[in-house]
């Protein structure tokens, strides 16, 4: 079974920055995208951004482009959530997920396989 484990998360003043890490370990695929989605208290999960395998194409969400960053490293099976300029509005627990057999991301929680437990950021005043 796949496993994914967030790090990096925590509590940050407005205007900060934090980087989260997404560890992919257990039963790999030979190729796939990766995700990162949010959860804010009483809303539902949403899209944040992804990457496909090799790394070139990204997407994100409107709320977050031009401050959050997505990243991979496959030789350690690793995904990274670079967050600068962070708002109060991202407050949430963000969870890395995995598309397996996928080259190319989505931006829906359906198509992902595998998620981690979720990491929590805070952003105060």
């Known amino acids: 079974q796949v496993q994914l484990v967030e790090s990096g998360g925590g509590l940050v003043q407005a205007g900060g920055s934090l980087r989260l890490s997404c560890a992919v370990s257990g039963r790999t695929f030979t190729t796939y995208a990766m995700g990162w989605f949010r959860q804010a208290p009483g809303k539902e999960r949403e899209f944040v951004a992804a990457?496909?395998?090799?790394?070139?194409?990204?997407d994100y969400a409107d709320s977050v482009k031009g401050r959050f960053t997505i990243s991979r490293d496959n030789a350690k099976n690793t995904v990274y959530l670079q967050m600068n300029s962070l708002k109060y509005e991202d407050t949430a627990a963000y969870y890395c997920?995995?598309?397996?057999?996928?080259?190319?991301?989505?931006?829906?929680?359906?198509?992902?396989?595998?998620w981690g437990q979720g990491t929590q950021v805070i952003v105060s005043s």
């Open positions: 990457i496909s395998w090799i790394g070139i194409s990204t």
């Open positions: 997920a995995v598309r397996g057999g996928r080259s190319s991301y989505s931006r829906n929680l359906v198509d992902y396989d595998y």
